[in-house]
């Protein structure tokens, strides 16, 4: 079955420091998405990639879809201590069912 | 965007008995999923909730444990039935309009 590898596993950068995470997967990706989530809690939308190459922007998080649509990276430029939590990549495991399957997560902490 | 409430947020219930947590969407959305978050993990799906016919389940998940119904398109219900501590975990639904998927803030669950 197909899965998804986030990396790093964690991350502790220093404020205003830029930072990245990586999820790849051995397959085409129908559709990739990246949530923020607070420990214990729901998940945050944060984007949606679907097209090979596609880059989208909010703020200063910056998601991009490569070309094979097999990774997707998450930016965020000049970190601060409200970035800090659990940055999940999920993705649609085929192009109708709506079932997502996610990565591990990537637990993020921004010293001030 | 849609957004999604769940009820309870957290609850600490007794082994042997069960509990239905409640996920309401504010608009109508095609699918709605009910996924598993054990602690230190990533999430898992458990169902696929069905409007108006019964839920579809994934590898691991029964019916008889976690019966789920969808009456509507805005509004589902997943009961954990007969619960043991290996069932603490949070709870989440999500709700996916075309080409999105949103989540509900979790329910908490501990088992003791």
């Known amino acids: 079955s197909q899965e998804l590898e986030q990396s790093p596993q964690s991350l502790i950068v220093q404020e205003g420091k830029n930072l990245t995470i990586n999820c790849t997967s051995s397959k085409t990706l129908y559709g990739l998405y990246w949530y923020k989530q607070k420990y214990g809690e729901g998940l945050i939308f944060l984007m949606m990639?679907?097209?090979?190459?596609e880059e989208k922007s909010h703020e200063k998080i910056t998601a991009k879809l490569d070309e094979k649509k097999q990774q997707s990276s998450l930016h965020i430029t000049a970190s601060q201590p409200s970035h800090a939590g659990i940055y999940l990549c999920?993705?649609?495991?085929?192009?109708?069912?709506?079932?997502?399957?996610f990565g591990q997560g990537t637990t993020l902490q921004v010293k001030p | 965007s849609a957004v999604i409430s769940q009820k309870p947020s957290r609850d600490i219930c007794q082994r042997g008995t069960s509990l239905t947590i409640q996920c309401q969407v504010d608009s109508q959305v095609t699918m709605m999923f009910w996924y598993r978050q054990q602690p230190g993990q990533s999430l898992t799906l458990i169902a696929t909730a069905n409007q108006g016919s019964e839920a579809t389940y994934e590898s691991g998940f029964v019916i008889d444990k976690f019966p789920i119904s969808r009456p509507n398109l805005t509004f589902s219900t997943l009961t954990v039935s007969n619960m043991s501590p290996e069932d603490s975990s949070i709870y989440l639904c999500s709700g996916r309009p075309v080409n999105e998927a949103f989540f509900g803030q979790g329910t908490r669950l501990t088992v003791v």
């Open positions: 999920g993705a649609d495991r085929s192009s109708n069912t709506g079932k997502l399957i």
């Open positions: 990639l679907q097209k090979g190459g």
